[in-house]
């Protein structure tokens, strides 16, 4: 049996480092040196099993996403993710398990040059908890509060794709049939789901053009309405304007339409930039190979509207994820 500094020794040594790392795992705090001119960007997520994920989902793939949606908040503030600790509560000490998982983690942190520089472990239900930190030069932090009446609302990717992929899996649990795609789709949606793309790169790039931006984790209307909200403004989506990945046209449009709009985990993100800039956040983005598509507008008033693709005014059910609604 493992004993608590055996699953700490495994997770160090699998874990990278910075130069910037003063002093890492294995004292009572980290010590990290934030370079001058720059702001440090904090953000914190838990992933619980029974809410967040099954409790058979692959560890690597839960590695992997208990940074991602961590690493995904940094990006939607424009900051380069930096450091990252770790909060681990474990039924069981399975070393064949934490060494998956944390090789999932550990993969994408290096692909971000992240270091884990401490945390926790304990004995009880599964359940993560990561805090990341990233760094942006003072005064360029992209922000919720920024949109303005007649900027235009822009989404990274396409939304949808992980609340599919979500759909196809509780589907099979419960032995009912399970929405159309073939095998394809279905491996295409499972890996949006299970391994989310934090969009870094293109958080850096949006910095000085978009005015308001956040990443979409409780679904685009939800997401959409906290920048409407912060910003005191309304905005309207086009929702002919969605783009449809293969994967999704498979499904019927109402289908569809109620994934990309209310489902939740995409890690996209969602900003607002003036109306006359499309050129500007198409040559923006290109280097970073995130394509992103005009899917609306920001008006006055307040909350968010759809439009259908006749221009009409369309029910739009503002449910995204959220914890304590039944």
Not at 252 to 274: I, K, M
Request: hydrophobic share 50%.
């Amino acid at each position: 049996m493992l004993s608590e500094f055996d699953l700490i020794a495994r997770i160090r040594a699998r874990a990278g480092t910075r130069a910037d790392v003063v002093l890492g795992i294995g004292d009572d705090a980290a010590l990290l040196r934030v370079p001058s001119g720059h702001e440090l960007a904090v953000t914190s997520d838990t992933l619980n099993a029974g809410v967040h994920f099954f409790d058979d989902v692959p560890p690597f793939d839960l590695g992997w996403k208990a940074l991602a949606v961590n690493l995904s908040d940094l990006a939607a503030m424009g900051a380069r993710p930096a450091w990252c600790t770790l909060a681990l509560s474990l039924p069981a000490a399975d070393p064949a398990w934490l060494d998956a998982f944390v090789d999932g983690f550990a993969t994408l942190a290096r692909e971000h040059e992240v270091a884990l520089v401490g945390g926790d472990t304990t004995r009880g239900p599964l359940s993560i908890n990561v805090t990341a930190h990233g760094l942006v030069e003072a005064g360029t932090a992209l922000r919720r509060d920024g949109a303005r009446r007649g900027d235009a609302v822009w989404i990274t990717g396409a939304p949808g794709e992980a609340a599919a992929g979500l759909a196809l899996l509780r589907a099979e649990r419960e032995g009912r049939p399970a929405e159309a795609t073939d095998a394809d789709g279905r491996a295409h949606l499972l890996v949006r789901l299970q391994r989310p793309l934090p969009r870094i790169a293109a958080g850096r790039a949006l910095r000085g053009l978009a005015s308001a931006c956040l990443d979409v984790s409780d679904g685009l209307l939800a997401d959409l309405g906290h920048i409407a909200a912060a910003s005191g403004v309304g905005a309207e989506i086009d929702a002919g304007a969605l783009p449809v990945p293969a994967a999704l046209a498979a499904l019927a449009p109402a289908v569809r339409l109620r994934h990309q709009f209310t489902g939740g985990d995409d890690y996209e993100l969602c900003f607002t930039a003036p109306a006359d800039a499309d050129a500007a956040v198409h040559a923006a983005l290109a280097p970073t190979g995130v394509a992103a598509t005009r899917i609306g507008r920001v008006v006055a008033g307040g909350g968010v509207a759809v439009r259908d693709p006749h221009g009409h005014y369309a029910a739009s059910p503002h449910a995204g994820f959220d914890h304590f609604r039944p």
